[in-house]
């Protein structure tokens, strides 16, 4: 569907690589949505008919987000003449910048929504592997954000691991059912991470496991936007944009020559290689 200028559902993208983080992945497209370039997407009426809401065999105009496929606005009539053009200019902003405002504003926030997210799904893995499961709400993913101001994903991930593997003992030795045991998890990771701080441990940082790779955003923004190696070793506390990522500072201006001549032809012929208001290059 690329071929045509249409996306993939975000539903339907293979699990060995998503789209973005699950419990993201609706608020994502949601957001892209309602941009502040409104105009950015539009559904295309190709997509499946499932995708939409219909009545009395006609569309309402409505459909579900991660079913239906999108196109990008733009002058070209060629709906796939229009991706190449994005794909060209994301580019050569991740390589040379600078970036725009809201990017500079919003890439903290979107760390920590992708580091949580991450977090959560190995916190899930690794409870599975103990035949342990619970539910993920607000506690969690605030427990796993407190520990990610101090220390970096890939430390988390080794809370994690040791939280788990002891929560599994902990309903092996009976007494509690598995929900009680699985719901232990999380504070046994708050605890971990506590103390790690209050006595200034070093905590080895584990790596990403190959069955749980990042989603294409998250791979997208920490290897391309951020040009992070291994976002793993990296605290948020201690993350930083590229300096790419910033405007050049404008050079000052240099100011109009003094033209000793009193004739005129001398003062235009000299002022026509300078473009007012940059610096003094000649006009191309």
Request: with cysteine.
């Amino acid at each position: 569907m690329e071929n045509a200028g249409l996306t993939t559902p975000t539903a339907i993208w293979l699990k060995e690589r998503r789209w973005a983080p699950e419990r993201l992945r609706n608020d994502y497209e949601r957001r892209l949505l309602h941009a502040e370039s409104r105009a950015l997407i539009c559904s295309h009426r190709d997509s499946d008919p499932d995708a939409f809401l219909w009545e009395d065999d006609k569309p309402t105009g409505s459909f579900y987000l991660g079913q239906v496929s999108y196109y990008l606005n733009g002058a070209e009539t060629d709906l796939a003449a229009r991706v190449p053009r994005l794909l060209a200019e994301l580019n050569r902003v991740f390589r040379e910048g600078p970036w725009p405002d809201p990017w500079l504003r919003q890439w903290r926030e979107l760390w920590e929504e992708l580091a949580i997210a991450q977090a959560g799904a190995y916190l899930d893995m690794k409870l599975r592997e103990h035949h342990l499961e619970m539910k993920q709400g607000d506690g969690t993913r605030t427990a796993l954000a407190d520990a990610l101001a101090a220390f970096s994903l890939g430390q988390l991930f080794n809370f994690i691991y040791r939280a788990a593997k002891d929560s599994a003992a902990y309903y092996q030795r009976g007494g509690v059912n598995n929900m009680q045991a699985a719901n232990s998890t999380i504070g046994r990771i708050s605890a971990s991470a506590d103390r790690a701080r209050a006595n200034g441990w070093e905590i080895k940082s584990f790596g990403m496991p190959w069955n749980l790779p990042f989603s294409a955003i998250a791979e997208t923004f920490f290897s391309k936007v951020m040009w992070q190696a291994d976002m793993m070793q990296v605290p948020l506390s201690a993350a930083q944009v590229p300096a790419r990522a910033w405007a050049a500072e404008q050079p000052e201006v240099a100011p109009e020559p003094t033209v000793e001549s009193p004739e005129p032809r001398a003062t235009t012929d000299y002022l026509k290689h300078f473009v007012p208001g940059r610096t003094n290059e000649p006009m191309r």
